[in-house]
């Protein structure tokens, strides 16, 4: 494990070290796709342990430690959105039309995504604690781009919140006087916001369009993965050069593979700039809470991760 002087000496050094970087991510994509073809009894029983641990933590719920400040404050800022707005489009709603099976097949990525971010040596140098920072704010990025590398689409059934004068004439208690749930906001009401899935499928069907290549998503995991915005980073210098050079690296292969066209590079910012609008909390909601409950989902990222 890198020390805190030993990744200060990295991200200070000046010079761009494009092949380190290539070589980390083009590594460690291209060992998770050898594991899938030659080591499929090991992924089925990878998957099994996924099960496992989200049967286990459902089982226990009830004993789950409060989440993250973090996601805390996504649900605030989620929940004063819906307060603010009172129109038709806020109460709008969507739950999976088939959870078993999107659910799985998102637990399969998850498996494969968090292969991948073990297989970058880059990242494996590092001290823990910005690794545990890094995973917990990038997980749900790169899992929605595992879903469109691998193109899992999903089908959604709308369901309506009811509205505050259908609670009174039904008699539903108000939603700020109904009991908070584990893991969840005071008075959650099913699914997630059509918009937040809305915003999903439009990510997906912009890399489908733009036909992005594996090594392109590659690159674009690394520039996900080494995020210099996250707060308390001991290596920010040396994970800043990373995100750097995971850019740069892509433009490289752009200008060289696509030459003809010069507007390739951009479109993959854009689509990099509308998967950071992904909330963790959407992410989770949709498609882990049909099989996790309200476990907090970060729990089992980290059981996973660490076997803790």
């Not at 040396?238 to 060289?256: C, D, F, G, K, M």
């Amino acid at each position: 494990m890198a020390t805190l002087e030993g990744c200060r000496c990295r991200g200070a050094s000046g010079r761009s070290n494009n092949n380190s970087i290539l070589y980390s991510i083009l590594k460690s994509d291209s060992l998770a796709t050898a594991e899938e073809q030659q080591q499929q009894p090991r992924q089925q029983q990878q998957q099994q342990t996924l099960q496992q641990l989200l049967h286990k933590s459902s089982s226990t719920s009830s004993t789950i430690a409060a989440p993250p400040a973090s996601l805390q404050e996504l649900r605030q800022q989620q929940q004063q959105q819906q307060q603010a707005c009172s129109c038709g489009s806020t109460r709008r709603r969507g739950i999976l039309r088939s959870p078993q099976v999107t659910c799985k097949a998102a637990s399969a990525v998850l498996v494969k995504t968090l292969r991948f971010v073990k297989n970058v040596p880059c990242f494996r140098e590092l001290p823990e604690d910005d690794q545990l920072m890094l995973i917990r704010s990038g997980w749900a990025p790169l899992l929605v781009l595992g879903l469109a590398q691998d193109r899992v689409d999903f089908e959604t059934t709308e369901t309506v919140e009811p509205s505050m004068l259908q609670r009174i004439l039904t008699g539903l208690p108000d939603r700020q006087s109904e009991p908070a749930l584990a893991g969840h906001s005071r008075g959650a009401a099913p699914g997630v916001s059509i918009v937040d899935i809305e915003a999903i499928k439009a990510f997906l069907k912009k890399c489908w369009s733009v036909d992005i290549s594996t090594k392109e998503y590659a690159y674009l995991k690394g520039a996900v993965l080494f995020n210099p915005d996250v707060e308390g980073l001991r290596c920010l210098h040396y994970i800043q050069s990373l995100r750097r050079e995971a850019h740069q690296a892509l433009n490289e292969h752009v200008r060289l593979i696509h030459r003809e066209d010069t507007t390739r590079f951009a479109k993959l910012l854009i689509a990099l700039s509308m998967l950071r609008t992904i909330s963790p909390l959407v992410v989770a909601q949709l498609f882990f809470r049909p099989v996790i409950g309200s476990v907090n989902i970060e729990d089992v990222l980290m059981e996973m991760f660490y076997g803790k």
